[in-house]
């Protein structure tokens, strides 16, 4: 859904070649059972289905906006992030971004996933390293790097009151870099990423983080597409 609107076309009539009648994508979607799906993945598809104003909710819907929202509310950690196996005591930068871009995105206006929004961004904000960059931790260790930096600043960037703090204010004390800043770094004369376990996912990462902070500095988000 979300590639197929990326690309300029209509996810509710999309027509694979040599196809006359179209697929809703969108309501395929909508009656496919997540309930057994990762957080990560259950966030993306909340992010899918709110992308345009024209998704709307089938009949025979296995989930709505709301009710996937309050899974994701559900699945949250004590220590106030997400992960993608549910462990607790994980610190999951990555997830924990997905999942309040999708939070952020699901609108949904209830006490409980606001409050769930609001102590998800101070966990995430803790996960800020001081030269601003965010990373992923095993074992006890956090290695930053360019991926999980910039799905931070994906979700800082789809929240109004967020946005600055992608680059302009720091988000924790000794902080001395921004997110962007310490993202860029990580970009190679050549335009490959640093580290990155695949460049096709890097690079493709860091570009749709500074697509998300320039949309945000223009008040709109880089997944709204109608």
Do not use: C
């Not at 969108?26 to 966030?43: D, K």
């Amino acid at each position: 859904v979300m590639a197929v609107q990326a690309m300029g076309m209509n996810a509710t009539n999309f027509k694979l070649y040599h196809h006359k009648k179209g697929t809703n994508l969108v309501s395929r979607l909508y009656r496919t059972s997540v309930s057994n799906q990762t957080a990560s993945s259950q966030a993306e598809t909340l992010i899918a289905i709110s992308m345009s104003s024209r998704f709307k909710q089938p009949s025979g819907a296995k989930f709505s906006k709301a009710s996937l929202s309050a899974r994701l509310v559900k699945s949250q950690l004590k220590n106030n992030g997400w992960t993608y196996n549910n462990a607790q005591g994980a610190k999951d930068a990555d997830v924990t971004s997905m999942v309040l871009t999708g939070l952020y995105r699901g609108k949904s206006n209830t006490a409980t996933v606001e409050s769930s929004i609001q102590k998800g961004q101070k966990f995430l904000y803790s996960l800020a390293q001081g030269n601003g960059a965010f990373g992923y931790t095993y074992a006890g260790k956090t290695t930053p790097n360019a991926n999980s930096t910039a799905e931070a600043i994906i979700a800082l960037s789809n929240n109004s009151a967020t946005k600055k703090y992608v680059n302009t204010t720091a988000m924790r004390t000794g902080q001395k870099a921004t997110p962007l800043y310490a993202m860029l770094r990580y970009v190679n004369n050549s335009g490959s990423i640093k580290k990155a376990t695949s460049q096709l996912y890097g690079v493709g990462q860091v570009n749709l983080a500074v697509a998300a902070y320039k949309a945000a500095l223009k008040n709109r988000s880089v997944y709204a597409i109608n």
